[in-house]
């Protein structure tokens, strides 16, 4: 069967950034997984100005360089793994924009999310505030996995992940891969 191509997208561009730490980790246990052909897709190095078409992302008529790039990358897709900060009890301002930039690359595709945060809610705050926005661009929400980086943190460079995230995370492999079998279909 042909793999599903997974996104892990590093969604913070903070410079010391906890995040590409644990999309590695994230991603590594991806890679262990054949049903999956994984790549990590980093914000930072997408570096999206702030929204800037004319015309809603709806009608696919992009002019900028920028957004033609990022709509490549988002259309190989199958589904995505977003590894997202709490900032401020919600998600941060450049996973939004980067959602926002485009409409059909998203729609019918599996996100499974990955909230982290240094205080006790392990992002769910973050989880939460985003599932709106996920449903506006039919994006289909599998599961989350949630993280304190007060608990397991980031050792230079590193996220050692803990025996439940490694669990939370397969699990929700299983329901991003489940999916993805009941809707692909919808994409056509
Ligand atoms: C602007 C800002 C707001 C934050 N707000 C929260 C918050 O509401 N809840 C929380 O648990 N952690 C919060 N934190 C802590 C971050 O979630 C934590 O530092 C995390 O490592 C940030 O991800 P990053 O290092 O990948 O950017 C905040 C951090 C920043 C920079």
Redesign the pocket.
Known sequence: MTPIHLHVV?????P?????A?AVAVADIARRDTRFQVELVDLAEVNLPLFDEATHPMRGQYAEEHTLRWAQIVARGDAFVF?M??????Y?AALKNALDYLHAEWRYKPVGLVG????????A??IMAIKPVLSALKLIHTADVGV??MMTP?VDGVFTPSEPFTLATTAMLDEIDKTHQAIHPLRA
């Open positions: 590093i969604c913070s561009t903070r010391g950034r906890s995040g590409d644990i590894v900060p709490e900032y401020n009890h919600s941060n982290y945060g240094a205080g006790m809610s392990m992002g705050r973050a304190s980086t980031v």
